[in-house]
């Protein structure tokens, strides 16, 4: 079976520092993996995923995320975090194979800039 | 180009009431799927269409349902309310499946009293 997890219910980071927040994946097969950002009372907001190809993936808002196949793990990172970065974020997997867009969802990191 | 679009942002229904939730695609999307978010099961898959054709389905009830039109707009539907039931369903579009962007919407509030 799939599933996603997000080790870290929160995350806090001084602003201007860098941030990392984890995720690490179980899937019979090779992966899609997201990341996605939650605002308060907000839907779900897309920051970038991976496909195939480079195992560095550049996203919104300065975001990136690094797939290593050998630890199953697809950390988010940011060199420079901001205030504004403050907000629930998402890891998902879905499985590459099959008809299917069924995300599974990490259960959430929650990251606290302190300015 | 217009997000995904969900309607109406907030509710609240009695229980043993039932609600009808819209939600409109992407232009151009075909893939729509619905979660529930609550704070205690955390995002939940509900179901998943694709040219008016369910192709998953998570592990909810029979009370949760749903239908895709033929212009790719989606409706869910919960039967009888219950107290439960209140969460945050979010819907999602998608071109297809080859590794294409999932986009949320706002989502529809619901709150059962």
């Known amino acids: 079976a799939q599933s996603v997890a997000q080790p870290e219910d929160q995350v806090n980071v001084a602003e201007g520092n860098p941030l990392t927040v984890k995720c690490t994946y179980s899937v019979s097969g090779n992966p899609y993996l997201f990341w996605y950002v939650q605002y308060p009372n907000r839907g779900l907001q897309f920051l970038l995923k991976y496909i195939t190809g480079d195992n560095l993936v550049k996203g919104s808002y300065g975001f990136e995320a690094e797939f290593n196949k050998s630890q199953t793990s697809f950390h988010l990172k940011k060199p420079s975090a901001l205030v504004s970065d403050s907000a629930l974020y998402f890891c998902?997997?879905?499985?590459?194979?099959?008809?299917?867009?069924?995300?599974?969802f990490g259960t959430g990191t929650l990251l606290a800039v302190q300015p | 180009k217009a997000g995904v679009t969900q309607t109406p942002r907030y509710l609240i229904k009695t229980r043993g009431q039932q609600v009808t939730l819209s939600c409109s695609p992407i232009s151009g999307h075909r893939s729509v799927s619905w979660y529930q978010q609550t704070p205690g099961q955390g995002l939940q898959f509900l179901f998943e269409y694709f040219s008016e054709t369910q192709r998953n389905k998570g592990n909810f009830p029979g009370r949760f349902s749903g239908r895709q039109f033929s212009n790719s707009r989606s409706e869910m539907n919960v039967s009888t309310l219950e107290l439960g039931d209140s969460a945050l369903y979010l819907c999602?579009?998608?071109?297809?499946?080859?590794?294409?962007?999932?986009?949320f919407g706002e989502g529809s509030w619901l709150t059962v009293v």
């Open positions: 999602a579009s998608s071109l297809g499946y080859s590794g294409n962007t999932i986009y």
């Open positions: 998902a997997v879905r499985d590459r194979s099959g008809a299917t867009n069924k995300l599974i």
